[in-house]
């Protein structure tokens, strides 16, 4: 396959430090790929490897055919948008989208920019200064400021992380739509899985300066490799599989308690609307377990039997 | 009651103490005798016109401007890039950078002044003009680094990586983001600059000669000899033209802020 994307062994470091070694990596065209990962797996750096704020120390980057390993930001077409917005303070939310395009001398500003400012709902706002404008609000502005330079791949740091819940939901679902109409390919930075797991359509994990698993959403939450990968996808127990190598996780949900071989002690009960969130303290360690509501009910400090069912657990290649 | 009267009291004295003199010596400069005196004999603003009258005044007064137009632009020209460079990057030896730029407001003026005049001016024959303008330029660098550095802190990096990708050069995302948001501190840092280099007394003392005075030093010879109120009478216009300065920075870039 021809990849639009493509990103060639690439080693990336800050000063002595190395953040990414020997990452390959292919995207497709119209691709929305999320880089998942905790803070410091090196997830941030190979974006703005990408963006040409950083010059690897090896490797190679292409887009569409195009060695841009050496090239200056500006020359890559390639669109950022910035965890914290990165407006520019003294320009009017029109001028602010008028960046990039009036540097390109382009025809037809006015139109450009005001059909940028259309997709993101803000064409009331443009004589506003971005002081003046939500964080929601700004966040849009910065991705209609990307948008209308057309860029190749548009990437976006984080871009949810400063929003509050409801904002960050709107807003994912507003990515999406973007994303449907433009066909744009965009890698998205995130350490949220479940904002992966919403906007993907293929995940990149990442630990350590190293890819741990690609996938779709659903093989990564189906069918984790390692017990890093499945930690980060929502599962709670995560044990040595006793009868072969690699490893066993359950999610909360495939616990059973009441009855089984082990036993441990309620250390503690929340109530999370649709069922209740127990941790036991037992010899395995902590078991998380969701019990759905309107079942039995245990108290703190309550000694109970519970069991790892095999059929429910899923198997790991690896424990660590 | 008696904690308000104090307040005041404490307060009026201040305000006395600070704007005692300056009143005192309008009050001089209108008199209409020929001795600098207070309480005035009379009053006239006939010694406003002798100073606009007179020409060593004039003439110092073009150096002054001069020294404290030049020399600050030349101290911004330096400053604001080495600000830059300074918030901007991890640049060893940054901290001593700064420390060294901010000797010559450490070291008393009396000491650069000879020092200038005994190491520079006499050893390399450096004319006293040339001296003069790096010795301003060198008083006012630190105002220049300090003020501009502040304003750049506030001003993040990732607004300055947004314009590379949007098509900017390193020097245009400088000249169209950077610039445009420390355009205050560039300004305040202007007019610090300006008024310690037209007040500035101890150095230029060492570094003028015939035909080539500040008019700082132009008043005191000219009180050397003369005794009448038209120094008054400068003085009060120059107090003038500091507040009308400061005034206007105020009002239009909130100067405060900055200092």
Redesign the interface.
Known sequence: MSDYVSLQNLTLAYGKTIAVEGLNLGIAKGELITLLGPSGCGKTTTMRAI???LTPKSGKISIDGRDVTRL???K?E???V?Q?Y?????LSVFENVA??LR??READLDAKVMAGLETVGLTDFASRQPADLSGGQQQRV?LA??LV?QPKVLLLDEPLSNLDARLRLEMRSELQRVQKDTGITMVFVTHDQSEALALADRIVLMRDGAIEQIGNPEDLYNAPVSGFAADFMGFETILPNDTGPGGLAWRPGAVQIGTGPHSGQIRGASFAGEHWEYVLASPLGDIKVDVPKGQERFEIGQQVAFDLPRSAAVPLARVD | MNNRLSTWLILGLTLTFLIGPFLIIIAAALSAGNNLAFPPQGLSLKWFIKVFETDSFRASFGVSMFLAIGGTFCALCLGVPAAYAMTRFKVPGAEMVKMIVSSPIIVPGIIVGLALLRYFVIPLGVGIGPALFLAHTALVLPYAVRVVSASMENL?A??E?????????RF?AFR??VL??IRGGILAAFILGFVTSFNQVPVSLFLSGPGLRTLPIDMIAYMEINYDPSVAALSALLAFMSIGIIFAAERFIGLSRYV
Do not use: K, Y
């Open positions: 963006a040409g704020l200056a930001p500006s890559r390639v669109g950022l910035f914290s990165a407006l520019f303070p003294h960046f990039g540097l390109r910065s400021r990307s330079m | 993040r990732d607004m990586e947004a314009a590379l990708l949007l098509g900017c050069t245009g169209r983001i445009p948001n």
